[in-house]
């Protein structure tokens, strides 16, 4: 069974540039045609998709953030990584990385990574 | 770009029947998904393509989509099953969010 797992700094100054590691567990991060997804959720708010990325390097993100936002994937070690540019207190949420992405559910979710921004 | 709406709280007692709207244009030209939140913990899939239960689901969870409208109904409800509940489809290949339905049992 496919298990996710967040990991980074949970403290992030404004202006810097956040990098998060999504390690997958139980599987092949290259097995079967799954896409790889980033997504956040402010305290008490909803959910809001980052970007995805397939096991060929090939991204897609969220217009709102696409500006700011980098995912890779590194399939010798099954992670996928995100990162998010000038970083303000609204980026302030807790971060998801998920299996799926493209015409498919996303499932299963890790845990998830509360960082906040802050001086 | 496409939306999502959902009401943000349902109330229903132990035993009866929630039902958890889900409103968008031409939504049912797409395939639905619903994801269950209990505070402090990961989303989890609870109905796929509109009407399909995952793996160690119970049966009292179901789903639709008509119109505009799709719906998860949870029939028996439980204390087990209170927290926030999402819809998502995919539009122009990026993944949408209702903004979450509070379902709490009173």
């Known amino acids: 069974q496919v298990q996710l797992q967040e990991s980074g700094p949970g403290l992030v100054k404004p202006s810097q540039t956040l990098s998060l590691t999504c390690t997958v567990s139980?599987?092949?991060?290259?097995?079967?045609?799954?896409?790889w997804s980033w997504i956040r959720q402010p305290a008490g708010k909803g959910l809001e998709w980052i970007g995805r990325i397939y096991t060929t390097g090939s991204t897609y993100y969220n217009p709102s953030l696409k500006s700011r936002v980098s995912i890779s994937v590194d399939t010798s070690k099954n992670q996928f990584f995100l990162k998010l540019t000038s970083m303000t207190a609204a980026d302030t949420a807790v971060y998801y990385c998920a299996r799926g992405g493209s015409s498919h559910p996303v499932d299963p979710w890790g845990q998830g990574t509360l960082v906040t921004v802050s001086s | 770009s496409y939306e999502l709406t959902q009401p943000p709280s349902v109330s229903v007692s132990p035993g009866q029947t929630a039902s958890i709207t889900c409103s968008g244009n031409n939504l049912n030209k797409k395939y639905t998904y619903w994801y269950h939140q209990k505070p402090g913990q990961s989303p989890v899939l609870v109905i796929y393509?509109?009407?399909k239960r995952p793996s160690g689901i119970p049966e009292r969870f179901s789903g639709a989509n008509s119109g505009n409208t799709a719906t998860l109904t949870i029939s028996g409800i439980q204390a087990m099953d209170e927290g926030d509940y999402y819809c998502?489809?995919?539009?122009?290949?990026?993944?949408?969010f209702g903004g979450g339905t509070k379902v709490t049992v009173l």
């Open positions: 139980g599987g092949s991060i290259s097995s079967g045609s799954h896409y």
């Open positions: 393509d509109d009407n």
């Open positions: 998502q489809v995919w539009d122009s290949s990026i993944v949408i």
